[in-house]
């Protein structure tokens, strides 16, 4: 098993449309766990951390699952602006350097 | 600028060549770190420096790669003798905390192909 799992899509989706990732852990004792934004050719940017309530930022609701390892983002009433690759991000134990999943890529369609 | 800066921005080197890629990071940060991020893929760890110290170098795929950051703050990625699967971009990241889990920033990366 991989340690940060994600599906890669792409995943295409008309405006408005609710739409959700998930991403698997190998490693139960992880801390940390985040999600990034990478525009094509450029470099990732974080868009959110997760907590372990869950929290929302606008229209991103970002969950986390610690007895099934994953997390998940959800994006509601897409944008075109929304179209991108969503890393997920996690460190996995201690004082190890955060690993990234290798993107689920979105396509938000007119 | 006030982000992470990193030169060059496309670099073609020839099979077996030594390349430097460059990485100017946050005024203030910490931690800085390099990543590997092949096409179609998530971004690999490389290595990571606190300060000047290189406290982590397991993800350096061979003895060919070489990272240093002597004054803290820029570092430099040395790849010699360059191979095909060499070819990525690298990116440079920094973050105010220390340790390795804060919140990375990111530099536009440096897109190396070797022929």
């Known amino acids: 098993r991989k340690e940060v799992e994600q599906d890669p899509g792409p995943f295409n989706v008309p405006e408005g449309a609710t739409v959700a990732f998930n991403c698997t852990y190998s490693?139960?004792?992880?801390?940390?766990f985040f999600w990034y934004r990478q525009d094509c050719r450029k470099e990732p940017k974080l868009l959110m951390s997760v907590y372990s309530s869950g929290n929302e930022d606008g229209r991103f609701t970002a969950q986390l699952n610690r007895a099934s390892q994953y997390i998940s983002l959800l994006i509601r009433d897409s944008k075109l602006s929304d179209s991108a690759t969503y890393l997920c991000?996690?460190?996995?134990?201690?004082?190890?350097?955060?690993?990234f999943g290798k993107g689920t890529r979105l396509s938000v369609i007119a | 600028g006030a982000g992470v800066s990193q030169s060059p921005r496309y670099k073609v080197a020839k099979r077996g060549q030594d390349v430097a890629l460059r990485c100017d990071p946050i005024?203030?940060?910490?931690?800085l770190f390099w990543y590997q991020q092949a096409l179609g893929q998530g971004p690999e760890f490389l290595t990571y420096?606190?300060?000047?110290?290189?406290?982590?170098k397991s993800g350096l795929p061979s003895d060919r790669f070489f990272a240093e950051r002597p004054e803290g703050s820029v570092s430099t990625l040395k790849i010699q003798r360059t191979q095909q699967e060499d070819s990525a971009v690298y990116l440079c990241?920094?973050?105010?905390?220390?340790?390795?889990?804060?919140?990375?920033?990111f530099g536009e990366g440096s897109r190396l192909t070797v022929l």
């Open positions: 991000v996690v460190n996995l134990s201690g004082n190890t350097p955060l690993v």
């Open positions: 490693n139960s004792a992880s801390q940390s």
């Open positions: 420096f606190q300060n000047e110290a290189q406290l982590d």
């Open positions: 005024s203030g940060h910490v931690s």
């Open positions: 990241a920094s973050s105010f905390l220390a340790g390795p889990t804060g919140e990375l920033f």
